[in-house]
């Protein structure tokens, strides 16, 4: 079993656009229609993939910021709810 | 003299508030009948304004020629019969055409003649003459019933919405005259360009022979507009700054106010969390009246309902009387980490001019610098600090019909298809957090606070105003271009936005600074 500091070898670059054009193709979405690479287009397939590892590898940064899980917001007090179940009777 | 109501509501509610609208987006808040027009929207609440409104002095020689006149002296003029709405009309329109094919702040506009059918028909009293002819500027994506809507995108090419958003309708009912839908950036990003290609369209309406230097964005072409009194004023929206953006960069009082207080029925979203209806004006007077006439509940966004009733935003605006320049109420000004430090040393001059001038101000107290909430960084950066899946759950069906559309924008609209449903209960959870930090640590310093960038703010729904403080060299446009200052606060802090830029306005005079008319 591996300790939470030793995580398996980060995905590559080619790995994760295999994973990032299967998630399109799933729900439908056709992005072989850009051009592969065109800086003078608006958009290609470089600067689409590009973007996507990066939002993928900021899961990771997510994923590490700890929430503690007893936290929570205060509460307006006294809480509305004895009034609305009164209403709503 | 009654409390602002930044004290009097309920800072736990506002963070239970928002976290009810952050589950709403999560359970299945939908695009707002945008194609089937299922739902009519209604102008929403109007009223008469505060007197305020119309007492204000109107500067001379203004009726010569009424598109220098604010929506305040506007409002003034025709009410006393001194100006009316069809020769506003013709004067709007006139410059229109005359400049509006070097500044392209339109993108789809009434015919003159329809305008001024429109301008008869506007009565002289009550609640439904609050605006009484003012020729306004809606961005293009507040849906208009007689002019397209595009969102400055290709995705909405040729959109005929067959109702009014809920504010435009508003503003239809309060007398007011809809000259035009303003350019904006694909849909709410950037500046406005070309559909399907990165050229840029709308100019700086300080820079009008140069389409080098930005007219800041989204909401670039109703900035325009109303800078180059092709407007009187308008609306812009809000989800990463684009409001207080193209304001600042062309010399406009703005406000974004507190999330809810103004309706988004029948504007095109982008986050159902964060978008916010602005108004773009030429001061802060005009910006706190066009805010009153739309801030009203409606049935159509529950967003908007249940909340504090809209305070007399018009009075907050208006310079308060006494001996001296003061803010209406008793606010400690705080000041950014670095607020006073620019590498820029023109611009560090004018912001130091502002502290000191404000610093001189009757009921001003300056915090120097304040010290940002903890794990400042961690919550306002990308991801936690992000939004990516709420642009994607609107539009999936446009992008199975095509990715081009979308242009440059397509990144922001197909990341949220990647994100983890963790990493966006996370997002979810950090907001809430910097929130309530945002309350609790930050504004415990101060009421209100000079800032930087308006993106924490925008993600916990807070309101913030841009308004001018000066021109600086541009060195690559050659000319002189305007700085603004942007001020945030507690929720529902609107008064005392109104009532900091009403003060600083009272004694400067960079509102009434207008840009030069393009050549040719």
């Not at chain 1, 295999?18 to 287009?41: C, F, K, M, N, Q």
């Not at chain 2, 008869?120 to 994506?141: F, T, Y």
């Not at chain 2, 559909?195 to 930005?214: K, M």
């Not at chain 2, 021109?471 to 050659?478: I, S």
Request: hydrophobic share 40%; net charge negative; proline share 9%.
């Amino acid at each position: 079993m591996r300790t939470p500091s030793e995580r398996p070898p980060e995905p590559t670059d080619e790995e994760l656009d295999r994973y990032i054009l299967t998630r399109y193709a799933l729900l439908g979405i056709d992005v072989s229609v850009l051009p592969e690479s065109d800086p003078e287009a608006p958009m290609d397939l470089v600067r689409l993939l590009e973007n996507a590892r990066e939002i993928l590898r900021q899961d990771v940064v997510a994923a590490d910021f700890e929430i503690d899980p007893q936290f929570h917001l205060p509460v307006p007090y006294p809480a509305p709810f004895t009034r609305w179940t009164e209403d709503d009777r | 003299m009654s409390a602002p109501q930044d004290v009097v509501v309920s800072r736990r509610w506002f963070l239970d508030r928002m976290a009810s609208i952050s589950s709403a987006a999560a359970a299945g808040a939908l695009l707002p009948a945008s194609a089937s027009g299922a739902v009519r929207a209604r102008g929403a609440g109007v009223e008469s304004l505060p007197l305020e409104a119309y007492r204000g002095p109107v500067r001379e020689g203004v009726q010569a020629d009424p598109t220098e006149a604010s929506l305040a002296e506007t409002i003034a003029l025709v009410r006393r019969g001194a100006l009316h709405p069809e020769t506003l009309v013709e004067a709007y329109v006139d410059r229109i055409e005359r400049f509006d094919g070097a500044l392209k702040a339109y993108a789809d506009r009434p015919s003159r003649s329809s305008l001024l059918a429109e301008a008869r028909r506007v009565p002289a009293e009550g609640p439904q003459a609050a605006l009484l002819g003012a020729c306004l500027a809606p961005k293009d994506n507040f849906y208009t019933a007689d002019l397209l809507t595009e969102g400055g995108s290709r995705v909405f090419e040729g959109f005929q919405p067959d109702y009014d958003a809920t504010v435009v309708a508003t503003m239809r009912a309060a007398g007011g005259l809809m000259v035009g839908k303003a350019q904006m950036g694909n849909l709410a990003g950037g500046r406005a360009q070309v559909y399907g290609t990165t050229t840029p369209t709308t100019r700086n309406a300080w820079t009008p022979d140069d389409d080098r230097y930005s007219p800041g964005g989204s909401s670039s072409g109703t900035a325009t507009a109303v800078a180059a009194r092709l407007a009187v004023a308008g609306l812009g929206t809000q989800t990463g700054g684009s409001v207080i953006g193209p304001g600042n960069r062309q010399g406009l009082t703005c406000i974004k106010p507190t999330f809810g207080r103004v309706s988004l029925h029948g504007v095109i979203p982008l986050s159902y969390t964060r978008d916010h209806v602005g108004t773009m004006a030429r001061d802060v007077l005009d910006a706190a009246i066009l805010l009153q006439v739309i801030a009203h509940p409606d049935p159509n966004d529950p967003r908007t309902l249940g909340l504090p009733g809209a305070p007399n935003f018009v009075r907050a605006a208006t310079p308060f009387p006494g001996p001296g320049p003061a803010v209406r109420w008793p606010t400690r000004i705080g000041l950014w980490p670095g607020y006073l430090d620019q590498e820029d040393p023109a611009a560090n001059a004018l912001r130091q001019a502002l502290v000191d001038r404000l610093g001189r101000t009757g009921n001003v107290q300056i915090v120097p610098e304040i010290r940002l909430p903890d794990q400042w960084e961690e919550l306002t950066a990308p991801p936690l600090g992000g939004s990516h899946g709420d642009p994607t759950a609107f539009f999936v069906e446009h992008l199975r019909r095509d990715v081009r559309a979308f242009g440059d924008r397509l990144p922001r609209f197909l990341n949220g298809m990647l994100q983890s449903a963790d990493t966006y209960v996370k997002v979810q959870q950090a907001r809430m957090l910097l929130l309530h930090r945002m309350q609790t640590q930050l504004f415990t310093q101060c009421d209100v606070v000079l800032i930087e960038g308006t993106g924490p703010f925008d993600g916990t729904g807070l309101p913030v105003l841009g308004m001018p403080i000066g021109t600086v060299m541009d060195e690559e446009a050659g000319r002189e271009v305007p700085a603004g200052a942007t001020v945030a606060a507690l929720p529902f802090g609107e008064e005392r936005l109104l009532a900091v830029a009403a003060a600083w306005q009272a004694v400067t005079d960079h509102h009434r600074v207008r840009p030069p008319d393009p050549v040719g």
